[in-house]
């Protein structure tokens, strides 16, 4: 057994997590659980301060948790790289998103091993989380490690392990949520796996780095791919006068071979609506069109407009232009019960409303304010006056706290994209559906 492994066993080495955020700080405060000493290195100098005071800023994590490892000096930040000299294990959690031409911006991923570059020391692990092509790794990652003169697999260790945060999930977390495992030597993966395998229930250990890479790719495009079938469907049903949410439900009742999803107004979120399009990127790389993927980019990024569409229509009906109207858009987190509004379908019907416009305001307890994008929009509270005095209410994210039957009751007006109304529908007829 490795001296490392020994270390990693005994709760003695000590982790580091480049990253403090939706993925980063659940990771770091799953350690200091398990009781490592962990501390977070993120150039947010503001996330930094609130760890160290104690303060929470992620709501899947209860507030006396963090607080409580705070306390115990088992968890802190700092922006300060330097601290990497001292650290066994360092995990990667850094955002990858898209550039405008929807090409993969890999600068934070770089930026941080540039970092762990300088303070490499032997018997240290490196593990990358964040979401990325196939090949990052060990095209990207290793040469720049070895370029110090270290060897991987005998000096250090070089992994890639894929998240798979789901925020606002109430089942699944960072400990109970299986981890998949790739290294670039088998002494990596196993060093990773003890690693791991200390904090959470089930590793699954695959046979190299890329393996691990696309593995996360796949999981989104999956979902990427089946919500841009069924958002297709729901306008081919629109079209032919059925409602989709019906026929959904009743061929959820086959016990096998069929799999619901459902439709809504575009993807939203740090994972669905970017990682296919790392998968395409790559594959574009070896001259090969990804073709599910783009046509499902294609379908999935439509829908803001489609829903757009039929706010027009329905004010039509009603003798009304969209020039003018008011119209509230209701939840703008990408999903409900949560506070994320990145990747938000919601941002985009704002803004195609506001060029067409309309005045638009928005109500979601979760995101009190949007950025400066939208000029500080802030969100109104909801009350039955209100609902009353705008022309059309769009709901975009069905929050589980709304009352659903006083808003249907008050609004003169619903386009309603996630069927949330469902059970209310029979009772009012101011309801358009997807």
């Known amino acids: 057994m490795s001296s490392l492994i020994e270390k990693i066993n005994s709760k003695k080495a000590r982790i580091g997590i480049i990253g403090i955020g939706y993925v980063g700080l659940p990771l770091a405060v799953e350690f200091a659980k398990s009781g490592y000493n962990v501390v977070g290195i993120d150039l947010n100098q503001e996330k930094v301060r609130r760890i160290n005071r104690g303060e929470n800023y992620i709501k899947d994590i209860p507030d006396s948790e963090l607080r409580g490892l705070v306390e115990d000096k088992r968890l802190s930040a700092t922006g300060d790289f330097s601290v990497l000299k001292d650290i066994d294990a360092v995990s990667i959690c850094v955002p990858t998103p898209l550039n405008k031409t929807k090409d993969p911006d890999l600068s934070c ?69 299986p981890k998949v495992i790739g290294g670039i030597t088998e002494a990596c993966k196993r060093h990773a796996v003890a690693l791991y395998g200390n904090i959470i229930e089930k590793v699954i250990p695959v046979s190299s780095t890329e393996s691990a890479e696309i593995v996360k790719l796949l999981e989104n495009t999956f979902r990427s791919i089946n919500i841009g079938l069924v958002n297709e469907v729901a306008i081919m049903c629109n079209k032919l006068g059925i409602d989709v949410w019906e026929v959904i439900e009743a061929a959820s009742t086959k016990p096998y071979g069929f799999m619901p999803f459902y439709p809504g107004p575009g993807l939203g979120g740090h994972c669905i609506p970017i990682d296919p399009h790392y998968l395409s990127w790559k594959l574009k790389t070896l001259n090969y069109r990804a073709r599910f993927i783009e046509l499902a980019g294609e379908i999935n990024s439509g829908m803001p407009h489609y829903v757009v569409d039929k706010i027009v229509d329905a004010l039509n009906r009603q003798k009304k232009c969209l020039n003018g109207s008011s119209i509230l858009i209701l939840g703008v987190a990408y999903k409900k019960d949560i506070d994320d509004p990145r990747e938000s379908p919601a941002l985009d019907i704002i803004k195609i409303l506001q060029e067409k416009g309309a005045v638009v305001l928005y109500s979601d307890p979760y995101i009190p304010s949007l950025d400066d994008n939208f000029h500080g929009m802030r969100s109104i509270d909801i009350s039955e006056g209100m609902l009353s005095k705008v022309d059309c209410t769009v709901i975009v994210t069905d929050h589980s706290i709304y009352d659903w039957d006083m808003i249907a009751g008050n609004s003169k007006l619903i386009v309603d994209t996630r069927n949330a109304t469902g059970r209310t529908q029979k009772k009012h007829n101011n309801i358009v559906k997807l």
């Open 109 to 177: 991923i770089l930026d941080s091993t540039k970092e762990i570059k300088r303070y490499l020391h032997k018997d240290q692990i490196i593990i990358l989380e964040s979401t990325t092509y196939p090949g990052t790794t060990r095209e990207l990652i290793l040469p720049m490690l070895e370029d110090t003169g270290f060897k991987v697999g005998i000096d250090f260790f070089l992994t890639f392990s894929p998240e798979r945060i789901d925020p606002g999930n109430k089942i699944f977390n960072t400990k109970n949520t």
